[in-house]
């Protein structure tokens, strides 16, 4: 009996459903935000940097999917992999026996981590970390790990006893045994990592929540002072690892710093197939897979799997022969240098801040009277509203998405894929200016969605 099945003809029938169906069945609140903000857009399709709807208008993507689409959508390099990886019939995932294609990506992520020795390939960024936590409290034989101020690392739960945000800690306890740290803050380390019981410092060489960059020096002191007390460095690169930050790795932009444990995800299959991997020194690797008897003792169902990895070499040849990374340093300079620009011209523009293509956009308390009234007034309701102010129209006026940094932070991120162009960053900036240029006239829709998000802040309270 032949079984079939026809994906297009599937969606050609339900796909108008998708709102209807993710309410009914999956996450209630995301439709609902989703048709609140006005992002409940239907694309039918992508390509690179951009998505386009059923009359075929193209929208210009500035997050990437939370930067899991490095290349952009459907790069034909990895796209090719994966049909071929799938022709080949490959005896996958048998569990006894060692397949060639994890070793070659292996060797070919080391290739860009020349002081890392090993790879544990798992399934997602959050996976990474719990790998990452675990084989430092083992290897150093110590149960508390370090983390810093409004850090993100995950949401499972190890991942989440490192995770530096209250609102996605509540009502999760008891966590693991670890303890929060500012970022920069080289004496608040010290006297943690004196109590004795520290197996390692977790920290985003820049932090995706709100975009701040560890200060210059930090890195390569806090691994001095982690060594010093038998501890471990882990750099947690999921979001700024594979050349998001204008370097392969972000911890790269600082000389001398080479982390114990490094956490790569996001980007690294090219957004088809879920794939993590955890970096780290041969010591380390051998102390926890110290005998036959421990040969599984820390292992993932689909890890290795053909599929992802397939998909990880074509990424790593991809950004190689194209030459992404130095793309991506000449086309953040360019996008950061055009908006920094807009500072002195706009009250409400505090800041503008990051390295390569990961960026924050920082909102600030105007001068003028009129405009400080408002400010004032969205303050009150919900900090983070003006930020969510201008992501709406950039979406709606221009079909441009972006996001928010943070809850309760009046901060944009920009996180394109590393292959937007120099048209790209002007079809930016120009909508950008537009939607300022309306936000300081005083009036507008804009102000009036805003009032629409007042009363929605209000009424959740």
């Given at each position: 009996?032949?079984?079939?099945?026809?994906?297009?003809?599937?969606?050609?029938?339900?796909?108008?459903?998708?709102?209807?169906?993710?309410?009914?069945?999956?996450?209630?609140?995301?439709?609902?935000?989703l048709?609140?903000?006005?992002?409940?857009?239907?694309?039918?399709?992508?390509?690179g940097?951009?998505?386009?709807d059923?009359?075929?208008?193209?929208?210009?993507?500035?997050?990437?999917?939370?930067?899991?689409?490095?290349?952009?959508?459907?790069?034909?390099?990895?796209?090719?992999?994966?049909?071929?990886?799938l022709?080949?019939?490959?005896?996958?995932?048998?569990?006894?026996?060692?397949?060639?294609?994890?070793?070659?990506?292996?060797?070919r992520?080391?290739?860009?981590?020349p002081?890392?020795?090993?790879?544990?390939?798992?399934n997602?960024?959050?996976?990474?970390?719990?790998?990452a936590?675990?084989?430092?409290?083992y290897?150093?034989?110590?149960?508390?790990?370090?983390?810093?101020?409004?850090a993100?690392?995950g949401?499972?739960?190890?991942?989440?006893?490192?995770?530096?945000?209250?609102?996605?800690?509540?009502?999760?306890a008891?966590?693991?045994?670890?303890?929060?740290?500012?970022?920069?803050?080289?004496?608040?380390?010290?006297?943690?990592?004196r109590?004795?019981?520290?197996?390692?410092?977790?920290?985003?060489?820049i932090?995706?929540?709100?975009?701040?960059?560890?200060?210059?020096?930090?890195?390569?002191?806090?691994?001095?002072?982690?060594?010093?007390?038998?501890?471990?460095?882990?750099?947690?690169?999921?979001?700024?690892?594979?050349?998001?930050?204008g370097?392969?790795?972000?911890?790269?932009?600082?000389?001398?710093?080479?982390?114990?444990?490094v956490?790569?995800?996001?980007?690294?299959?090219?957004?088809?197939?879920?794939?993590?991997?955890?970096?780290?020194?041969?010591?380390?690797?051998k102390?926890?897979?110290s005998?036959?008897?421990?040969?599984?003792?820390?292992?993932?169902?689909?890890?290795?799997g053909?599929?992802?990895?397939?998909c990880?070499?074509?990424?790593?040849?991809v950004?190689?022969?194209?030459?992404i990374?130095?793309?991506?340093?000449?086309?953040?300079?360019?996008?950061?240098?055009?908006?920094?620009?807009?500072?002195?011209?706009?009250?409400?523009?505090?800041?503008?801040?990051g390295?390569?293509?990961?960026?924050?956009?920082e909102?600030?308390?105007?001068?003028?009277?009129?405009?400080?009234?408002?400010?004032?007034?969205l303050?009150?309701?919900?900090?983070?509203?003006?930020?969510?102010?201008?992501?709406?129209?950039?979406?709606?006026?221009?079909?441009?998405?972006?996001?928010?940094?943070?809850?309760?932070?009046?901060?944009?991120?920009?996180?394109?894929?590393?292959?937007?162009?120099?048209?790209?960053?002007?079809?930016?900036?120009?909508?950008?200016?537009a939607?300022?240029?309306?936000?300081?006239?005083?009036?507008?829709?804009?102000?009036?969605?805003?009032?629409?998000?007042?009363?929605?802040?209000?009424a959740?309270?």
């Open positions: 009996m032949t079984t079939e099945f026809d994906l297009g003809a599937l969606l050609a029938e339900r796909g108008a459903e998708r709102y209807e169906l993710h309410a009914r069945y999956l996450n209630p609140q995301l439709p609902r935000m048709h609140t903000i006005g992002f409940d857009r239907v694309y039918e399709r992508a390509e940097a951009h998505f386009f059923a009359d075929g208008n193209d929208y210009l993507d500035m997050l990437a999917g939370f930067g899991v689409m490095g290349l952009g959508r459907h790069h034909p390099v990895v796209r090719k992999a994966l049909h071929d990886v022709d080949l019939d490959l005896a996958d995932l048998t569990r006894f026996d060692c397949q060639p294609l994890p070793g070659l990506l292996a060797e992520l080391l290739a860009h981590s002081h890392l020795d090993r790879v544990f390939f798992g997602s960024g959050t996976e990474a970390v719990e790998t936590l675990k084989f430092a409290r290897a150093t034989g110590k149960p508390r790990v370090l983390y810093c101020d409004h993100f690392h949401l499972t739960t190890g991942s989440l006893s490192v995770n530096g945000e209250s609102g996605f800690r509540d009502g999760f008891p966590l693991l045994p670890d303890t929060a740290v500012p970022l920069g803050d080289l004496d608040a380390l010290a006297r943690e990592l109590k004795g019981d520290v197996a390692a410092l977790i920290v985003e060489p932090q995706g929540k709100g975009v701040h960059e560890a200060p210059p020096g930090y890195l390569r002191a806090a691994q001095e002072l982690l060594h010093r007390h038998k501890a471990l460095l882990i750099a947690d690169e999921v979001q700024t690892g594979l050349g998001r930050t370097d392969f790795y972000a911890y790269q932009h600082e000389e001398g710093v080479e982390p114990d444990l956490c790569v995800a996001k980007a690294l299959s090219g957004g088809y197939v879920p794939v993590g991997a955890t970096l780290g020194r041969d010591w380390i690797f102390k926890v897979y005998s036959m008897d421990r040969v599984l003792v820390h292992s993932a169902s689909f890890g290795s053909a599929q992802a990895m397939a990880g070499l074509a990424v790593l040849s950004m190689e022969n194209e030459q990374v130095a793309g991506v340093r000449t086309t953040g300079e360019l996008l950061k240098s055009r908006l920094t620009a807009l500072i002195g011209k706009y009250e409400l523009l505090a800041d503008v801040r390295r390569g293509l990961m960026i924050g956009i909102f600030g308390r105007p001068a003028s009277l009129k405009l400080r009234s408002r400010w004032t007034m303050q009150a309701a919900r900090k983070g509203l003006f930020a969510q102010m201008v992501v709406v129209p950039l979406l709606q006026k221009h079909r441009i998405l972006t996001q928010v940094s943070g809850d309760h932070l009046e901060v944009i991120k920009l996180i394109p894929p590393l292959v937007l162009d120099e048209a790209d960053v002007d079809r930016f900036v120009d909508a950008f200016t939607v300022m240029d309306d936000a300081h006239s005083g009036g507008g829709l804009m102000w009036d969605f805003g009032k629409t998000l007042i009363k929605q802040a209000v959740n309270r």
